[in-house]
């Protein structure tokens, strides 16, 4: 929660920053982001590779749990398909895009503002972040009715930390691992996907 | 996006190499922070001087938020079948 505030604060203040001009207009001009992203992709790499708590949990993976995971990119894809084809304004290859953020935010916003502009970075920031919201007011509700994957599908990436606490809370620690391993494995595709989809 | 994917699987072949050393491994994590701040600040800053995005920022609220309607619903839906098939005959 702290990391979002903070997160959230610094994407504020360049907003507010940048609509009362108070930066140098030399600062706007020259792009200094597209080397700011290769810099957090290669960084975001180590993180991965290095990272033997991931390296352990996916080789925990069986049948039945990896399909987990498969079911919400599946169902997620599914489901902004259909948004794409109800109205106009956001194509499918962009709803697919913003969707392959499951909930990360931080990350799928600057990736796809980069590779598609601004307009839809912001679209994938803030839909990226109810995804979080939504999970966090609606895990009970999710878990009651559409069983004990449901709150970890709704909760996507975000299934393996700020959801977590929420979701093991009311479909049982027994389901925790999987949660983790979900969230785990979206984590770490979502990269890969927004870069092949845009 | 050809130079990002092959950063990246460079990034995870060093990151494999080098994932006993603790401190090299911490600094590159607190560099990723500031790198998504910095890119979040600069993401404000294009957003805040784009008067197409400001006149248009409900309108771009409300696409954002019926979007995730769409992704979660999907993904519940397709976790329920999972959930029936696969997973709930093996509770008690």
Redesign the interface.
Known sequence: MKGSL???S????????????L?PSQ??ETD??MY?????????????????KSLEIIKSINF?IA??PL??????????S??ALI?D??GFID?IA??SGFGYY??S???I???SG??L????????I??EI??LLFTPI?ARY?????P???G?ATSMDTTLPIITKYIGSDYAIISVFSGVVLTILI??LI??I? | MITVLLLMTAGTVLGWFIHKRKKILKVSSELTNWAIYLLLFLLGVSVGTNEKILNNFSQIGWQAISITLFAVAGSILTSWLTYIIFFKKNEG
């Open positions: 903070i997160i959230l610094f994407f504020a203040g360049g907003l507010l920053l940048g609509m009362y001009k930066i600062f706007i200094y982001s700011a992203l290769y810099i957090l992709m290669f960084l975001v790499g180590i993180g991965i590779g290095s990272n033997k039945k399909l987990v079911s919400v990119i599946v169902g997620t894809y599914i489901g902004v259909i948004f109205q304004n956001i709803a913003i969707g931080s990350l916003s600057v990736l503002s980069e590779l601004e307009t970075g912001v679209i994938a920031l803030l839909s990226n109810a995804r939504i999970t999710f559409f069983g004990k994957l449901a970890i599908a709704s996507g990269p890969f870069a092949i845009l």
